[in-house]
């Protein structure tokens, strides 16, 4: 086994581990979790798929690039995408303006298990697509600048702020569901 494979199986295990040690805060979706001062989103997919449909699924919907597996895991990063804020039933003057004016990367782990499947995305950094500083000087960011999720989903005693949960909880969870739910995707 090579170092890249080390590398990858630590990664793997440091994410989907996540042992008691630490502080943990539950959002009120329950989708994201706040741990020693970092967000990550786990959803547990209760679908059944081989592991060879499963990562073939993960493979044709084209999200994930750098897809590496080890056991029943598959770990990748995302593509550069951005949340629909739409199909969450929002609109641009709704949602709040890092969402719509943002595009995000992360880190992908994928589980299978025998019933279902987990899926965990973290280190999901937003990159501001529009000079939203011409918009607000006081809370725009200038184009390509970057932001953790960190910096808008917690404070700064690592518990969810009262507004993350709605709009901005809502349609990240809405996005990630809907982009990870690989029942749908056809394996040939």
């Given at each position: 086994m090579?170092l890249?494979?080390?590398y990858?199986?630590?990664i793997?295990?440091?994410?989907v581990?996540l042992?008691?040690?630490?502080q943990?805060?539950?959002?009120?979706?329950?989708?994201?979790?706040?741990?020693?001062?970092?967000?990550?989103?786990?959803?547990?997919?209760?679908?059944?798929l081989?592991?060879?449909?499963?990562?073939?699924?993960?493979?044709?919907s084209n999200?994930?690039?750098?897809?590496?597996?080890?056991?029943?895991?598959?770990i990748?990063?995302?593509i550069e995408s951005?949340?629909?804020?739409?199909g969450?039933g929002?609109?641009?003057?709704?949602?709040?303006?890092f969402?719509?004016?943002s595009?995000?990367k992360?880190?992908?782990?994928?589980e299978n298990?025998?019933?279902?499947?987990?899926v965990t995305i973290n280190?999901i950094?937003?990159?501001n697509?529009?000079d939203?500083?011409?918009i607000?000087?006081?809370?725009?960011?200038?184009?390509?600048?970057?932001s953790?999720?960190e910096?808008?989903a917690?404070?700064?005693t690592?518990k969810f702020?009262s507004?993350f949960s709605?709009?901005?909880g809502?349609i990240?969870d809405y996005?990630f569901?809907?982009l990870?739910?690989f029942?749908?995707?056809?394996v040939?």
């Amino acid at each position: 086994m090579n170092l890249k494979k080390y590398y990858l199986l630590f990664i793997a295990l440091v994410f989907v581990s996540l042992n008691g040690f630490s502080q943990e805060n539950q959002d009120t979706t329950g989708s994201f979790i706040a741990k020693n001062g970092s967000v990550y989103w786990s959803h547990k997919f209760k679908k059944s798929l081989s592991f060879q449909n499963l990562l073939n699924s993960v493979k044709l919907s084209n999200n994930l690039t750098g897809i590496d597996t080890f056991k029943n895991t598959i770990i990748g990063q995302s593509i550069e995408s951005f949340m629909d804020y739409r199909g969450a039933g929002y609109t641009t003057m709704t949602t709040p303006i890092f969402l719509s004016t943002s595009s995000y990367k992360s880190s992908v782990v994928i589980e299978n298990n025998d019933s279902f499947y987990v899926v965990t995305i973290n280190k999901i950094i937003f990159i501001n697509q529009n000079d939203t500083k011409q918009i607000s000087a006081v809370f725009g960011s200038a184009q390509g600048e970057t932001s953790p999720l960190e910096d808008y989903a917690i404070k700064k005693t690592g518990k969810f702020r009262s507004n993350f949960s709605k709009p901005s909880g809502k349609i990240i969870d809405y996005t990630f569901t809907k982009l990870y739910d690989f029942w749908q995707v056809k394996v040939y």
